[in-house]
């Protein structure tokens, strides 16, 4: 008999492509890693891996095993999904990925929906870039990612994931209150060339895109402060030491604390959620997913 948690653990093997990679990402110490794939080809009686270079490669066997590894974890999957539809209250733990500017907004107006409307449900919740996340997810370290997509830079797609679109979400230019309002949205945005930016760090979707849209104005920003944190954009462009580009969610519904002003062609980014497609249908995760819903409208409006 195999055990799936081996299984598991070569499918992720598989997925993440280095035994460093996966011990990262799943907070497992690579010598424990080897070992229980050691065990696992032991089950199986023929090697799974081979060494290459400082890394594994998976064998002709490895690749085969994992292929009907992914569907034996389906089916056991499917079968909780069965029994948790067969009840008639949401229950058990649903755990959320969610991108930083989700957290401050929508999180506390999710979590109280569900602990008004499903109190036997208990959501467990990370910061998560949406990168990694969705990788999280396809492994089963996540039920759920609320992730964002700016526009004309498309995410991969996840064969096994399902895709559901939360809301739009304006991106306003941001500056000191105080600042005069430009009608023309380009001649603000030209306006900002010589003043310092604070940016999302280099690697990230928003950064690449604001970018690209400072050099579409004729410009390359000065990124003097690279920060992930949303909050600490927002104080300082208040403080009058930065100008930035802020999405409509960082003020959950509340009126800006900044002077915004509108983008050229008035940009928006798309903010979807991703589940396994074979637990999609879970009163958990649509649970969770009504409760975002509502958080959005409430947030952002319909």
Do not use: N
């Amino acid at each position: 008999m195999l055990d799936t948690h081996r299984l598991r653990m070569l499918v992720e093997l598989s997925r993440r492509g280095t035994l460093s990679a996966f011990a990262d990402a799943m907070s497992y110490s690579k010598a424990s890693i080897s070992q229980q794939l050691s065990a696992l080809e032991r089950e199986v009686g023929v090697p799974l891996m081979v060494k290459v270079g400082r890394g594994v490669q998976l064998t002709p066997q490895g690749h085969l095993l994992v292929e009907h590894a992914i569907g034996i974890l389906d089916q056991l999957e499917g079968a909780s999904v069965a029994v948790a539809r067969s009840l008639t209250e949401a229950t058990g733990t649903v755990r959320v990925a969610v991108l930083q500017s989700a957290a401050h907004s929508l999180l506390p107006r999710t979590l109280e929906v569900l602990a008004q409307e499903h109190p036997a449900l208990r959501a467990e919740v990370t910061e998560c870039d949406p990168e990694t996340g969705l990788v999280g997810v396809s492994s089963r370290e996540f039920d759920l990612i609320l992730a964002e997509q700016y526009p004309g830079r498309t995410r991969p797609i996840h064969a096994d994931l399902d895709r559901v679109v939360l809301a739009y979400d304006d991106i306003m230019l941001a500056r000191a209150p105080g600042t005069d309002d430009d009608p023309d949205s380009v001649a603000a945005l030209w306006a900002t060339r010589h003043l310092a930016w604070v940016l999302e760090p280099i690697g990230t979707a928003s950064r690449s895109w604001a970018v690209q849209l400072c050099r579409s104005a004729g410009f390359e920003p000065d990124v003097r402060y690279e920060l992930a944190d949303l909050t600490a954009h927002v104080r300082l462009i208040r403080s009058g030491l930065a100008v930035g580009l802020l999405p409509d969610l960082v003020w959950a519904g509340e009126r800006p604390s900044v002077a915004v002003t509108a983008l050229p062609g008035d940009p928006r980014r798309e903010i979807f959620s991703c589940a396994r497609r074979i637990s999609a249908q879970a009163p958990a995760i649509r649970a969770v997913r009504d409760a975002l819903a509502a958080a959005a409208a409430a947030s952002l409006g319909p």
